[in-house]
């Protein structure tokens, strides 16, 4: 069985100064899914906002997922 470790980091949109995290991507998820499953992955700034119709709370984040044994 696989295992996999999940790192986020939770940012806010309208104060966030920086660049995406090497490593790492930027995504939407609802508040509730701490597994990540139904995270979409955004490909740039220029996305935040377009999909969060699709998720009840939405939060915005880097995420960064590792396989820790296989």
């Known amino acids: 069985m696989t295992t996999f470790k999940n790192t986020f980091t939770q ?12 490593g790492y991507d930027l995504i939407v ?9 139904d995270a979409t992955v955004l490909y740039g700034f220029d996305e935040i ?11 915005h984040g ?3 997922t590792e396989v820790i044994s296989s």
């Open 29 to 37: 998820v609802d508040r509730d899914d701490t597994e990540f499953v």
């Open 11 to 22: 940012i806010d949109p309208k104060t966030f100064k920086g660049a995406m995290l090497a």
């Open 62 to 64: 880097f995420l960064k």
């Open 49 to 59: 906002y377009q999909f969060d119709h699709a998720f009840e709370n939405p939060i």
